[in-house]
């Protein structure tokens, strides 16, 4: 089939009007950002009050903290093959439970044993939507707002996070006493329960029904989306499936996809060598380590949470119009002198009134930059035939390296001094500059169908 250049071709959704449904599907495959976020920031606000209750040392205290991860690492991994055998709207539903359960269960939870084991079922779900919700966004999204679109899951992440760290705010001057930690980690089975219920009134993703055979459907889905051209854009999808001979799973690691793959590894890994998490997870215990109050910690902990929220709109609003390229290498060289900043101010114990700006502004270059790109890159540079696959990939090595820092990062604060860390962070941030500015294409205005031409993959 010959493809035209990128910008002469009506894209598979590319001629797609938003519509009430369209919108409707993108907000609630978006909704699972919002407990994504909700559910890895709500422990910063625990960390005090779980190692008072059950005398955790600190190396249990961040492997509390991480437990989640390892579910989100097995989520992420296993999400890619269930969601091409169920698609990506009963995966969504599947993960959906593991949130009710996992919220309901730390709530109740009647010792620290059974706490690991419900924040590993929480992990579960994060993990897997990690991988589907943006998977099933950037499938139904109209190529020229894809960007902004599957953005919207990350914007859903970060409303999310602020919304943790407001509730932790708020329920602590509730004066629950010892048992403050059961409702901040508990308060999480509401959305979930609205996550799963909004599930049931979303349609399949057409291209998941074509690389499933079921043709007619997917043609169904795009007229119910309100595509100007459904059999054109069908015909499209199915060329670049290639339904007619290919099976219906194809190995991801092949030579072919050596591209994609590296891009999807670098991205992934530079997001979690950013120290982000790791600064999510215990920014209570960073402002501790300081000298600042809880109370004092938990307001600055709304702060960086609403300036991580209005970094990410702008982030948003500018994806599409300068490119994940761009916005990738601004944000490494902010986040580069932040965190120069913060290992200063450790080390010298000085200016600790700057500790909460600085993280605040990192919070924001991050947020327009990492946090912006790193889910709707990873949904572009795959083709169809192996994106949940591809997205797994990612998402796993986002959740590998998430684990590892977040478990380490308390031992080592603690042992060495709360500046090493943050060393160690810039130094990967100014690497990530070369390595976006040197090997990273840029994806903005192609189509999914055209981006496994542009990376070189042929059939």
């Known amino acids: 089939m010959q493809i035209a250049a990128p910008q002469t071709v009506t894209s598979p959704g590319g001629s797609t009007r938003l519509n009430a449904l369209l919108v409707r599907s993108i907000a609630v495959g978006a909704l699972g950002g919002l407990l994504f976020g909700f559910d890895t920031a709500v422990i910063a606000g ?3 009050q779980l190692t008072q209750v059950f005398a955790l040392s600190a190396k249990e205290l961040g492997f509390t903290v991480s437990i989640a991860l390892l579910g989100t690492i097995i989520g992420a991994m296993c999400s890619g093959i269930l969601g091409d055998r169920l698609g990506g709207r009963e995966s969504l539903r599947i993960l959906a439970g593991c949130y009710i359960i996992s919220a309901l269960g730390c709530a109740f939870a009647w010792n620290w044993p059974s706490l690991l084991v419900f924040r590993f079922i929480g992990g579960l779900g994060i993990g897997g ?6 998977v099933y966004i950037a499938e139904i999204a ?3 707002w894809r960007g902004l679109l599957v953005g919207s899951f990350q914007i859903n992440i970060v409303v999310g996070i602020l919304v943790a760290y407001l509730s932790n705010y708020l329920i602590g001057l509730g004066g629950f006493g010892m048992n403050e930690w059961r409702w901040q980690l508990g308060i999480a089975a509401a959305p979930a329960v609205l996550f799963l219920i909004m599930l049931f009134g979303i349609p399949r993703s057409a291209r998941w029904l074509v690389t499933q055979y079921r043709i007619p459907e997917a043609r169904q889905v795009l007229e119910k989306f309100r595509s100007d051209a459904p059999q054109a854009e069908l015909d ?4 670049s499936v290639h339904v007619e001979d290919a099976p219906h799973s194809e190995p991801l690691f092949q030579r072919r996809y050596w591209l994609p793959i590296y891009l999807a590894f670098t ?3 530079f997001n979690q060598l950013a120290g982000i998490n790791a600064i999510l997870y215990y920014l209570n215990y ?3 380590m300081a000298g600042f109050s809880k109370v ?4 600055q902990a ?3 949470g609403a300036m991580n929220l209005l970094a990410t709109l702008l982030g948003m609003s500018l994806i599409d119009k300068l490119g994940r390229k761009t916005l990738l290498l601004v944000g490494a060289v902010g986040m580069t002198f932040c965190l120069s900043g913060v290992a200063i101010v450790f080390f010298t114990h000085q200016h600790q009134e700057l500790l909460v700006w600085l993280l605040v502004i990192y919070i924001g270059f991050f947020a327009i930059s990492q946090g912006a790109v790193i889910w709707v890159y990873l949904s572009e540079v795959f083709p169809n035939r192996v994106r949940s696959k591809g997205q797994s990939l990612g998402s796993s090595t986002h959740w590998i390296m998430n684990f590892i820092i977040s478990l380490i990062f308390p031992y080592f604060a603690m042992k060495f001094g709360g500046g090493y860390p943050f060393v160690f962070f810039a130094v990967m941030m100014a690497l990530m500059f070369f390595v976006v500015l040197f090997t990273f294409p840029e994806t903005k205005g192609v189509t999914l169908e055209q981006m496994q031409h542009k990376l070189g993959i042929e059939y």
């Not at 499209?236 to 060329?239: L, N, Y």
């Not at 004092?296 to 307001?299: A, E, L, R, V």
């Open 46 to 48: 625990t960390t005090q």
């Open 129 to 134: 939507s990690s991988v589907l919700g943006p």
């Open 142 to 144: 109209p190529a020229r």
């Open 236 to 239: 499209e999808i199915v060329a």
């Open 267 to 269: 991205v992934a890994a």
């Open 286 to 288: 960073i402002f501790a």
């Open 296 to 299: 004092s910690g938990d307001i």
């Open 302 to 304: 709304v702060a960086v």
